[in-house]
């Protein structure tokens, strides 16, 4: 595309080479004249003003001292990902049912409907229009999956599941597994079963070796535009509010409770039904206690999890013990000394 058809998809301003040819999407270090890239920092800025790229993606305020070829727009990442769509669209499947696939009977597939080899799409099931399912994926009975989603390889929906809309599902996902709840009699640790169910809401995705748990009763729900990355794990009965972000390797127990547009970071640990509510920020690596409450905008990080002004101050203390150990030595021996 033209650099000139670019800023008119993007709705930014060119100037420089607007009869330019872009090809790719690349990186600020590796973009040659063929390609696009963007400026997203005050450190890339400094590098943008060597790089070799056709194109440079800009905030309004770039100083475009060596007159390269650039379009300013308000947000250049978000810029960069619609061209990534654009300029590398993704290869679609063939919009057929695999011989080697298995449907179940009154399972009901729509339109343009892509299932690979060795799937199986259970008793009852129903699957929108234009979603695609990979080889090797197992879809439970009376599970329904929306329009135009998105199932890698072997994913795995257990029975009963609702999924929304335009969701993607990475590989080794599991919706629906049993939640980890268990009651103790003659003392033995026997299974409470989980006869609840999951639901996910539109534009939902799930990491790869993610995993959401059915409700041991009622529902665990994710709410519209919610993105786990991978290995993250949901447990029974939690409740994600809409466009939820949660990076990988967190884990949250049993009834948590976490509102719209909250962020939680990689490797953050969530006790029985603590609740984060809207817009709130949990630092990678925290741990929330069970039951605990975070407040809407507040941000938090650390074990146990705190508002982020105390959890710097208490680092900025503990940086300081040694020095504060050796002092108090000094001052031991100068009072032995002086005993003397």
């Not at 270090?29 to 890339?44: H, R």
């Not at 061209?83 to 597939?109: D, K, W």
Request: hydrophobic share 40%; aromatic share 4%.
């Amino acid at each position: 595309m033209l650099v000139r058809e670019l800023a008119d998809l993007l709705g930014g301003m060119w100037e420089g080479d607007g009869d330019r040819n872009i090809r790719r999407v690349a990186s600020l270090e590796t973009a040659g004249p063929e390609d696009v890239t963007f400026v997203g920092s005050a450190k890339a800025a400094k590098a943008a003003a060597e790089s070799e790229a056709g194109c440079l993606l800009t905030p309004p305020g770039y100083s475009n001292r060596r007159g390269q070829t650039v379009i300013r727009v308000p947000d250049p990442r978000a810029a960069i990902a619609q061209l990534i769509a654009r300029l590398h669209p993704r290869r679609q499947p063939a919009r057929r049912i695999h011989p080697t696939a298995v449907i179940g009977a009154g399972a009901i597939l729509g339109e343009a409907v892509a299932v690979g080899p060795y799937a199986v799409i259970g008793e009852g099931a129903k699957v929108g229009s234009g979603t695609t399912i990979g080889a090797g994926s197992a879809i439970g009975d009376d599970v329904e999956i929306g329009r135009d989603c998105t199932l890698h390889a072997r994913v795995t929906i257990y029975d009963n599941v609702t999924i929304g809309s335009r969701c993607v599902l990475h590989s080794g996902a599991v919706i629906g597994a049993d939640g980890f709840g268990f009651v103790m009699r003659n003392g033995a640790w026997e299974n409470f079963p989980q006869v609840g169910r999951v639901e996910l809401g539109d534009d939902v995705e799930i990491g790869a070796n993610s995993c959401v748990d059915r409700a041991a009763l009622g529902t665990t729900s994710i709410g519209n535009g919610t993105k786990l990355d991978n290995m993250v794990h949901i447990g029974h009965n939690c409740r994600l509010g809409r466009h939820v972000v949660i990076a990988a390797q967190t884990g949250l127990a049993g009834g948590v409770a976490i509102g719209d547009y909250a962020v939680i970071g990689g490797q953050v640990g969530v006790g029985d039904k603590a609740h984060i509510e809207s817009k709130a920020v949990v630092g990678s690596g925290a741990g929330i206690l069970t039951s605990k409450i975070v407040r809407s905008g507040q941000v938090v990080w650390g074990t146990p999890a705190r508002p982020l002004r105390e959890y710097l101050e208490q680092l900025a203390v503990l940086a300081k013990l040694p020095d504060m150990r050796k002092e108090w030595l000094e001052t031991r021996k100068k009072d032995a000394k002086s005993d003397v």
